[in-house]
């Protein structure tokens, strides 16, 4: 990892034009491997991070959004608006008392080798699941209230719960093969990242080359039928600006994370679509509340004045999210103010909700003077001897980051907080965050439909065991009892009214801790070779997103336009092979939520 280098932005606030690197005409960060120039291979941009291939235990965007492309879920994410619709299973029932569910597997279908995919497979997938903890590391909290799992026969699968839940069991987990996986000798460590991986989905995993390039292979066999590209390339590039160029020179095909500043620059380009999708994240400061483990165990190096909650909402009393919002974000996105965005009306929380604090720097003076925290004579408040400093971590290849930080310094210096700036790597970031050793960062995760995993990972069951911060999946270190008791209550509230009022208490709950200060849900910009490919199915169709969809809709759906006689835009219609499902639904569906790496590898 490379050593963080300490930096302090200038006490001026820079509008983002000012901050972000402009479109070089020629960048020396170019890819590791020469990108496929066959008009059947579609060519996306990346930088992420890989930790493994293996479904069971990888938590972060790019292996879980190959997961979407290799391997199906029993029940499937619809392209339209995210609920359920068929996926393994064509058609699924419950019982009268939301206990037993049972699952239709259709006939015919084959793993991408030939052998044939039968309710054994999901049977034993959510089994190691339910039985191996460490096959639960990544998914297991959607099974922990399974029962029992049951292949009554090939194509009938049966899932007990121990109690009622809202979203539907099927969803989300990617059931793999079992006449592979069964025969390893750890597929806890099993990196599946070899040639001929055996999936189900649209695209096989083809070859993968650390921080060079991921390929995937059309699968023949896929149910729905064959993806109309060949071929899949992920090219690593160094920086977001090499990606732009790459799609500028037709190098690559898709690039998205764009920077407002790259968006702009990239409409009216020829040949190029820029696409600005509703999105689906939230993006925040977090602050460290003080971590502990599941045992109480305190550890990590946060600062002791941010263990006060006081100190905390004088933060966030102290930031203008509309200034950060107009010019870092360009306005490409909305205000937010919980971590469930206002995409999904039924569980965001509303901005009348009387919890909500506005920007108000004589309202944050007045908290920290109540706190204790006297001015000294330099400006920056003291009590019983400690400064009121602390450090920001940022992420010196994030555009955005910097820019937010521009503003930060000097609004926190206003309300008596001196803010150091720390401008390292993604991985030193995560790294420390995961041990408990920051102050403040900038995070985001993505969440759709259904609230109930991101309201999970803030429990206190979802601490970490270990003092180094390994053993969970905690969204900002926050745990509080009431919110757990809440938690679990709308986790089998079957009513939709009653469980949007539980979910709304556990956001405000969760807001007034200020663990972490919400700024803006913002717009997915992306932008795509209209003379090489067209025909995107978005997510949701209406004003969706082409790429980190939670399905396979786009990239399945995606034609080549190789000869570059034509362009072609996102289509706006369902492209769903097959009839519609029977179901009898119960609540919504989980949607899958990584935890950060940096701004762009959160799902």
Partial sequence: ??????????MAPMAASATVAPLANESSDGPAVTPDSSATTLRIATSGFVDSFNP???IYLTPTGIFRQVYENLVQYSAEDGSPTEGLAESWETSEDGMTWTYKIREGMQWSDGEPLTAADPEWTYTQMMEVPEMGSANGGLVSSFESVEATDEHTLVITLSEPQAANPGVEIPIVPKHIWSELDNPVEYANDEGDVVG???????SYAQNQSIELAANPNFWRGAPNFERIQYVYYTN???????????EIDIVTGLSPTQFDALEGQDNVVAHSGQGRRYTS?????????ADGEEFGTGSEALKDVEVRQAIRKGIDAQTLLTQVLDDQGTLATSFIPASFPDWHLSEDNPVIMDYDVEAAKAQLDDAGWTEGSDGVREKDGERLALTILIDADSPLDQASGEFLVPWMAEIGIELNVEMTDSDTISTKVTAGEYDMYFSGWSMNSDPDYQLGINTCANLPTETDGSGGTTQDGYCDPKFDALYEQQHVELDPDKRQEIVQEMLAMNYESSVQVAFWYGNQLEAYRSDRVGDFTLQPTDNGVIMNQSGYWALWSAEPLGDGSGGGGPSTGLLVAGGAAAVLVVGGVIFWMVRRKNAGDVE
């Fill in 200 to 206: 189900s989905g649209p695209f096989t995993i083809e």
């Fill in 285 to 293: 400061l977090a602050l460290n509340p003080g971590f502990q483990t």
């Fill in 240 to 250: 977001s600006d090499a990606m732009v160029q790459a799609l500028r020179a037709g």
């Fill in 56 to 58: 069971f235990t990888s």
């Fill in 1 to 10: 990892m490379a050593a963080a280098v300490a930096c302090v932005f200038g």
